[in-house]
C-alpha cells in the first residue's frame, strides 16, 4: 500500500472508477424507488435512501483521497466494498419493507469495511488514526440503526432512519476535522466524475421513460428538450465553478482545508445529487405523459428538483466566501414558481418552461462574463483566489468574484 503524498500528481484511479459503477446503480435505483412511491411519503423516504448511499459513497471518496487503494490488501477489501454495496442497491426498492434487514447488514458491511481500510491508511500517522477514532462511534451506530429499522415499519422506522442519518451527518461538526488529509485535485476530479454520473441518471430517465411507447413528436421534443436541460446541469458545475472550487480548497491548508472540503462537497454535493434525481424522476413520468398534467411529486421533481440543484450552487458560492449572485438565486425562484404551473399545463409544455430557465440562465453567464470565464477556464484551478479577484475588474466580473473581495491580509475572498 502506498499513501498518497504528491497532490500534484494524484489523479482518480480505476478500481475508483470501478467503484463507482455501484453507485450508478444505486442512484438508478433510488430514482425507481421514487417513481414507484409517487407520494410525500415516497418521496421522503427515496431521499432518506439517497442520503445513506451519498454518505456511504463520500466516505470511500475520503479513503481513496488518502490511501492508492489499488495496492496490496487494499484492492481486495475494496471489492468486498463492493460486493455489499451492491447488495445495498439490489435492496434499495424495498428497503423499507421486505428487504429492510438485508438493506441495513449490508450497509453495515460497507461502513465497518470502510473503517477497516482507514485503520490501514492510519498507519505510521497518528493524527489521521485519531480521526478515525472519532468517526468511529457515529459509522457503526449509525449503520446499526439501519439494520435495526429493518425489523420496524411505519412511523418508527422513520423515526430510527432520522436517528441514524443525524448521528451520521451531524457527528463531523460535532468532532470536527482534525487530522483528515484532503488532495485538492484528486478530490475535485473525484466528485465532479460523481457529478457526471448523476447527470447521466437524468438522460437514463429519458430511454427509461421512453421504453415501449410510441416515439411520436411529443416524445422526441420532449428526449431533446431534457438533453438540453442535462447540458446545462453539466455546463452551471464544469463551466467554471468546479475550477473555482479547486482553487479555494488548494488555498486553504490543514484544518481549514478539511472542513471546507467537508461542506463544500460531503454536505453540499448532496442536494446537488438529490436536485438531479428528482429531476430525472420527472423526466421519466413526461416521457411516458407528454400530453398529460404531472402529479404533484413528478411536479415537484422535474421544477423543484432542478431548483434544489441551483439552490445547492448558491450555498456552494457563499460557504466559499462569495456573495449570492444573480442568476443562479433567479432560476431558483423562478423553477420554485413553476412547481404549481407544472401540474397544471401539460407536461411537455412544464419541461419546455424549465428547459428555458436552464438554457437562459447559461446564456446570461456566458454572455455576461466572456473574458473571466476564459480565464478561469484556461487556467483550469491553477491559480489562487487573489489571482482570480485581479482578473476579475478587467473585462467583466467572473460569476465567483462579482460579490467578493479580496483580504489583503490573506489574499482570500471574503463576502461583499
Known amino acids: 500500500m502506498r499513501e498518497r503524498q504528491d497532490e500534484s500528481e494524484q489523479r482518480v484511479t480505476p478500481l475508483e472508477l470501478f467503484f463507482d459503477l455501484v453507485f450508478v446503480f444505486a442512484i438508478t435505483q433510488v430514482?425507481?424507488?421514487?417513481?414507484?412511491?409517487?407520494?410525500?411519503?415516497?418521496?421522503?423516504?427515496?431521499?432518506?435512501?439517497?442520503?445513506?448511499?451519498?454518505?456511504?459513497?463520500?466516505?470511500?471518496?475520503?479513503?481513496?483521497?488518502?490511501?492508492?487503494?489499488?495496492?496490496?490488501?487494499?484492492?481486495?477489501?475494496?471489492?468486498?466494498?463492493?460486493?455489499?454495496?451492491?447488495?445495498?442497491?439490489l435492496a434499495t426498492p424495498h428497503a423499507f419493507d421486505v428487504d429492510g434487514v438485508v438493506f441495513g447488514i449490508a450497509y453495515f458491511i460497507v461502513r465497518a469495511l470502510h473503517l477497516v481500510l482507514y485503520a490501514i491508511a492510519g498507519r505510521g500517522d497518528p493524527e489521521l488514526l485519531r480521526a478515525v477514532i472519532r468517526i468511529l462511534p457515529s459509522a457503526l451506530l449509525g449503520a446499526a440503526l439501519l439494520v435495526v429499522a429493518g425489523f420496524l415499519d411505519g412511523d418508527l422506522q422513520l423515526a430510527v432512519w432520522t436517528s441514524a442519518l443525524a448521528i451520521d451527518y451531524l457527528w463531523l461538526l460535532v468532532g470536527g476535522m482534525r487530522g483528515w488529509r484532503v488532495s485538492p485535485e484528486?478530490?475535485?476530479?473525484?466528485?465532479?466524475?460523481?457529478?457526471?454520473?448523476?447527470i447521466g441518471e437524468s438522460i437514463v430517465a429519458i430511454g427509461v421513460g421512453a421504453s415501449?411507447?410510441?416515439?411520436?413528436?411529443?416524445?422526441?421534443?420532449?428526449?431533446?428538450?431534457?438533453?438540453?436541460?442535462a447540458s446545462a446541469l453539466w455546463?452551471?458545475?464544469?463551466?467554471?465553478?468546479?475550477?473555482?472550487?479547486?482553487?479555494?480548497?488548494?488555498?486553504?491548508?490543514?484544518?481549514?482545508?478539511?472542513?471546507?472540503?467537508?461542506?463544500?462537497?460531503?454536505?453540499l454535493h448532496l442536494p446537488m445529487v438529490a436536485g438531479i434525481v428528482l429531476f430525472a424522476l420527472g423526466m421519466k413520468t413526461t416521457l411516458a405523459h407528454v400530453d398529460e398534467a404531472l402529479e404533484i411529486i413528478p411536479a415537484v421533481g422535474?421544477?423543484?428538483?432542478?431548483?434544489?440543484?441551483?439552490?445547492?450552487?448558491?450555498?456552494?458560492?457563499?460557504?466559499?466566501?462569495?456573495?449570492?449572485?444573480?442568476?443562479?438565486?433567479?432560476?431558483?425562484?423562478?423553477?420554485?414558481?413553476?412547481?404549481?404551473?407544472?401540474?397544471?399545463?401539460?407536461?411537455?409544455?412544464?419541461?419546455a418552461l424549465v428547459t428555458a430557465v436552464c438554457a437562459g440562465l447559461i446564456a446570461y453567464e456566458a454572455l455576461r462574463y466572456p473574458y473571466a470565464r476564459a480565464w478561469i477556464r484556461s487556467h483550469r484551478g491553477a491559480f489562487t483566489m487573489e489571482e482570480a479577484s485581479q482578473v476579475a475588474p478587467r473585462r467583466g466580473r467572473s460569476p465567483e468574484a462579482q460579490e467578493t473581495s479580496t483580504d489583503p491580509s490573506s489574499g482570500r475572498p471574503v463576502g461583499g
Not at 186 to 198: D, N, S, T, Y
Not at 238 to 267: I, T
Not at 320 to 339: E, F, N, Q, Y
Request: aromatic share 12%; charged share 10%; proline share 3%.
Open 31 to 89: 430514482t425507481g424507488f421514487l417513481a414507484d412511491n409517487s407520494t410525500w411519503g415516497g418521496l421522503l423516504r427515496g431521499l432518506f435512501l439517497l442520503g445513506a448511499l451519498w454518505w456511504a459513497w463520500a466516505a470511500y471518496a475520503w479513503l481513496t483521497n488518502t490511501l492508492n487503494p489499488e495496492e496490496g490488501a487494499v484492492r481486495i477489501a475494496v471489492f468486498g466494498s463492493m460486493a455489499a454495496m451492491l447488495i445495498v442497491s
Open 186 to 198: 484528486h478530490f475535485v476530479e473525484r466528485h465532479g466524475l460523481v457529478m457526471i454520473i448523476a
Open 212 to 229: 415501449g411507447l410510441p416515439l411520436d413528436a411529443g416524445r422526441i421534443v420532449a428526449a431533446i428538450l431534457g438533453i438540453v436541460v
Open 235 to 267: 455546463w452551471s458545475y464544469f463551466d467554471w465553478a468546479v475550477y473555482v472550487a479547486q482553487a479555494r480548497l488548494a488555498d486553504a491548508a490543514g484544518v481549514e482545508r478539511a472542513v471546507l472540503a467537508r461542506d463544500l462537497y460531503s454536505y
Open 302 to 351: 422535474l421544477t423543484g428538483g432542478l431548483a434544489l440543484y441551483f439552490a445547492a450552487h448558491v450555498a456552494l458560492r457563499l460557504r466559499m466566501g462569495g456573495g449570492w449572485g444573480h442568476g443562479r438565486p433567479i432560476a431558483t425562484i423562478v423553477l420554485l414558481s413553476l412547481i404549481p404551473v407544472a401540474t397544471l399545463v401539460p407536461a411537455l409544455a412544464a419541461l
